[in-house]
């Protein structure tokens, strides 16, 4: 085989395997988005601990913060995961 | 005097010649190399060690019946030993960055660049006397531009076995030296207002993601590309193991235990391809050559996409993580890092960087299935 004749199979090589990456990895990209959207995050591990632990800290936690710093702190936690999710 | 005679004609010094000589220096380099400047020292330790041992003249290590003719045909010809270690990097790999912001897999999709614009170098080479590069030879040493050890090892094994030991040891070398080569070709290609570009920060990724992320990409690649299923299935297989949390033990073997057994192994087997009449030529040279080229085009592909993204998508993206993209993982990421905190010292790109690293990695292994389905 010669030169030119191998720089044209070079070439068509460079168009295919650039075209099949992209697309591959393009495909894969939107497989990666599909799982992001339809499968549901998981449970924040301090959920999960929170009725446990409530039993127990509740009544002496509750008379020493102020509510209203609980109650900022509730917002600000809220207006976070809004954003988050958006 | 008859059994001083056949004494002096079994040492080593009776039958020594100079390209032996030359071979065993050039193991001791890498041994230097390895030990001194600690440049992929894993690797290059038992690929220098294993030069020197082929070629000691009389021991017949890598003759048949010799232990390395043995490791190199059960263990690379066949392709086990880089498979082996396919599955222990997918077990080390989190792919949490990538599942993150899933854009990243086209500067992963754009660093293998590299890999298909040098198969025109090597093509061109055969305009020098001395070098002769057939297209499965120009496919081999292209894939250096993946700056993967094992898919480079992996596809020279398949498409050119005697360029192989050349073809490893500037893989190996060219991913040692990316905090040297890539940095001066980021900084030439981004303006500093570019480099300080801080990014989003990642979203929290789901187990279930994480699990199904391999199987979805073995998937892929059964239906679209089956000729890079052992690398991708391997690599989804350790994946698989880490991320399901069931089968602690058999991801913390593969990561650990079994990577180093394999990495021994392979090292060796590699180094005993590293025979005079196979690498003392001007072919070894080319190769090197064209393995820095290579490299260099993969990671300024990777920047100017990366740029080109920034300028059309709606968060910000620092081209500096596209030169991430050519795998190389975690230096690749680990240079984005640093070049970036030069720029802005509270700009911090590794996570950012680890998602084109780790496409990378998958990128290179699809091209070097591209090259397997249409050369080999």
Redesign the interface.
């Given at each position: 085989m010669d030169i030119t004749e191998s720089l044209f199979q070079a070439m068509t090589l460079f168009g295919l395997g650039m075209t099949f990456v992209f697309s591959f990895l393009g495909l894969l990209m939107i497989a990666v988005k599909l799982m992001a959207k339809y499968i549901p995050a998981d449970a924040p591990v301090a959920n999960r601990r929170r009725p446990n632990k409530k039993v127990v800290d509740a009544t002496p936690s509750n008379s020493e913060i102020n509510p209203q710093l609980i109650a900022a702190i509730t917002s600000a936690v809220q207006q976070y995961r809004k954003a988050e999710t958006v | 005097m008859d059994g001083l005679l056949k004494l002096w004609n079994d040492t080593g010094i009776a039958h020594f010649e100079l390209p032996d000589l030359v071979m065993i220096a050039v193991g001791c380099v890498l041994l230097y190399l390895a030990i001194a400047k600690k440049f992929e020292p894993l690797l290059l330790l038992p690929i220098g060690f294993g030069a020197i041992l082929a070629n000691i003249p009389n021991a017949g290590f890598t003759d048949e019946g010799g232990m390395l003719y043995y490791i190199y045909h059960i263990g690379i010809e066949t392709g086990v030993f880089p498979l082996i270690i396919f599955m222990g990097v997918g077990a080390l790999t989190d792919f949490g960055a990538?599942?993150a912001n899933?854009?990243t897999?086209?500067l992963?999709?754009a660093a293998?660049?590299g890999?298909?614009?040098t198969?025109?170098g090597a093509?061109?080479l055969?305009?020098i006397p001395g070098m002769e590069f057939?297209?499965t030879d120009?496919?081999a040493i292209a894939i250096i531009g993946g700056a993967d050890g094992p898919t480079a090892i992996f596809l020279a094994s398949k498409l050119a076995p005697e360029l192989l030991g050349a073809i490893a040891v500037a893989a190996y070398s060219y991913m040692a030296l990316v905090p040297l080569i890539q940095p001066p070709i980021m900084r030439a290609l981004t303006t500093p207002a570019e480099r300080e570009i801080k990014m989003k920060q990642l979203?929290?990724v789901?187990?279930?993601?994480k699990i199904?992320?391999p199987l979805?990409?073995l998937m892929?690649t059964i239906l679209?590309?089956p000729a890079a299923t052992p690398l991708v299935g391997m690599f989804c297989l350790g994946n698989l193991m880490r991320e399901s949390g069931v089968v602690d033990r058999l991801s913390s073997t593969a990561q650990n235990e079994l990577i180093n057994i394999v990495t021994i192994f392979l090292g060796l087997g590699v180094g005993s391809k590293l025979s005079a009449e196979s690498f003392l030529n001007l072919e070894t040279l080319g190769i090197l050559a064209l393995g820095a080229v290579a490299f260099s085009i993969g990671t300024a592909a990777g920047v100017i996409m990366a740029k080109l993204m920034n300028k059309f998508s709606d968060d910000p993206i620092n081209p500096l993580i596209g030169a991430a993209g050519v795998s190389a993982v975690p230096m690749a990421a680990r240079v984005a890092n640093k070049v970036g905190l030069e720029a802005n010292p509270h700009n911090f790109l590794l996570m950012h960087a680890m998602g084109p690293n780790v496409?990378g990695v998958?990128?290179s292994a699809?091209?070097a299935g591209?090259?397997l389905a249409?050369?080999g």
């Open positions: - | 990538l599942i899933p854009k897999l086209f992963g999709a293998q660049f890999i298909f614009a198969l025109f093509i061109l055969n305009f057939s297209m120009a496919a979203r929290p789901s187990k279930k993601e199904i992320f979805a990409v892929m679209f590309l496409a998958l990128g699809v091209a591209v090259l249409l050369v």
